[in-house]
């Protein structure tokens, strides 16, 4: 059974504060995703990657980095939290470059206060 | 760019009877959709992709999509709805990016709420 694993369910943390979400992927697949879910927003695209130690920017970087050292993890950081970036982020994978489908993680629901 | 529009936020449906949640797209070039859902509290699951050949994709849980391009619709269809298909459902289109990869651009999401 594939599975895409995010490191929390719920999160609250302070304005200002660096935080670390980590995704686990347990597939071998090279393309990763980090996307955010707002209500009446869909999913956007905050960075992806299609290979180990390389990343893109999606549509709304700003704010946010990524790392990913090993193929199987993808992990987004918030560099300075901030009350706008409450949301609900999720993480996906998928095989091969034509990204026909992907699996995503439960998600992580930030709060930032 | 390409784009998904889903025109209803919720769609209310009973038991039993047909439903349809609506997608429509703008793509240049030809469309590679999908639907995905998302029950309470979980990630998102594939249900169906049209990428080319018949209009009408059969996907999972019984739910499949027609493909139409004269309405540059593709929407998601099931013949008997079911309590447990009350969700959040996704359409979403792909779009290149560099290096031959790409992107799923994603709609708004419609709530589908099945009543007893």
């Known amino acids: 059974d594939v599975k895409v694993t995010q490191s929390s369910r719920y999160l609250v943390k302070r304005t200002g504060e660096k935080v670390f979400l980590e995704c686990v992927q347990d597939?071998?697949?090279?393309?990763m995703f980090w996307y955010r879910q707002d209500p009446g927003l869909g999913l956007r695209l905050i960075y992806f990657s299609y290979d180990v130690k390389m990343k893109e920017k999606g549509d709304i970087p700003e704010g946010y980095s990524v790392s990913r050292e090993k193929k199987e993890r993808f992990s987004l950081i918030l560099e300075s939290a901030s009350t706008n970036q409450t949301s609900m982020y999720l993480c996906a994978s998928s095989l091969d470059p034509m990204n026909t489908e992907a699996f995503f993680g439960q998600g992580t629901r930030l709060t930032v206060v | 760019a390409q784009s998904v529009a889903q025109p209803e936020d919720q769609v209310n449906v009973a038991e039993g009877n047909p439903l349809t949640v609506k997608c429509t797209y703008s793509v240049s070039g030809n469309p590679y959709l999908f639907w995905y859902v998302q029950y309470p509290n979980r990630g998102l699951q594939f249900l169906l992709k049209?990428?080319?050949?018949d209009n009408l994709v059969k996907g999972s849980y019984g739910f499949e999509a027609e493909f139409n391009k004269s309405q540059t619709s593709f929407h998601l269809k099931k013949p008997s709805a079911l309590v447990s298909d009350s969700a959040l459902y996704f359409c979403?289109?792909?779009?290149?990016?560099?290096?031959?990869?790409?992107?799923?651009?994603w709609g708004a999401g419609t709530k589908l709420i099945i009543k007893p």
């Open positions: 597939m071998d697949h090279e393309n």
């Open positions: 049209y990428i080319t050949g």
């Open positions: 979403a289109v792909r779009e290149p990016l560099m290096d031959s990869n790409y992107q799923l651009i």
